[in-house]
Structure formats: structure tokens, C-alpha cells
Nanobody
Framework: QVQLVESGGGLVQAGGSLRLSCVVSRGVFSYNNMGWYRQAPGGQRELVAT???????SYGDFVKGRFTISGDNARNTVSLQMNSLKPEDTADYYC???????????????WGQGTRVTVSS
């Protein structure tokens, strides 16, 4: 099956930057969209940013111009550039994809295991 693997999380001071990456395993037939979600300790999952196969992007209101989502390698990889990080950005960040595989052409949703981002004051 399709697998999503995230990387790039870590510890950073407030005001710093991190770049998250998500690599999708082979077997994709086509993409609908990919995105990043996050879940803070004790909180619920929330949308951070999404990008469609055509390159259209959308962001959560809390980003306020600080984050940028992008894709390359024909959307096999999606990245999230995070600048001006704040302590409230501390969370586990999850890669999400809605796509069709070469094994099943029905549109399906997949999630990565997450990468942790910790922003210190």
C-alpha cells in the first residue's frame, strides 16, 4: 500500500524555522491533494496547509503568512516551510494525501506517522 514518511521535525527556538518533508511511496496513479495537519499535546488535529495536484494552496488561519507548502517530483514529495515559529506551533505534524493508486483507482486517504515539532520560548 501507499506509505507516507515525514521528516524534518525537531526542537527550535521561537522565531526560528523548520522545513518538513513528506515522501510518498511508489504506486500512486494520481493525486487529488496533499496536506499537513497537526495535533498539539492534549489537543485535536487541525489543518495546517494543503496543496492540490494543480498547485493550488490553502492554509489555516493561524499560519498568518509564516508557513509555505510546496510539492515536487510530480507530487511524490510535499514540503512545509515553517518560519517565525511560535511556542503554540508545538505539535505532532502529520502528512496527508488523497490519491488513487495503481492497485485501486478509487480515491483513498493516507496518513503518515507524524514528526514532532517543539518550539521553545
Amino acid at each position: 500500500q501507499v506509505q507516507l514518511v515525514e521528516s524534518g521535525g525537531g526542537l527550535v527556538q521561537a522565531g526560528g524555522s523548520l522545513r518538513l518533508s513528506c515522501v510518498v511511496s511508489r504506486g500512486v496513479f494520481s493525486y487529488n491533494n496533499m496536506g499537513w495537519y497537526r495535533q498539539a499535546p492534549g489537543g485535536q488535529r487541525e489543518l495546517v496547509a494543503t496543496i492540490t495536484d494543480g498547485g493550488s494552496t490553502s492554509y489555516g488561519d493561524f499560519v498568518k503568512g509564516r508557513f509555505t507548502i510546496s510539492g515536487d517530483n510530480a507530487r511524490n514529495t510535499v514540503s512545509l516551510q515553517m518560519n517565525s515559529l511560535k511556542p503554540e506551533d508545538t505539535a505532532d505534524y502529520y502528512c496527508n494525501a488523497r490519491l488513487k493508486t495503481q492497485y485501486n483507482l478509487a480515491l483513498s486517504e493516507y496518513w503518515g506517522q507524524g514528526t514532532r515539532v517543539t518550539v521553545s520560548s
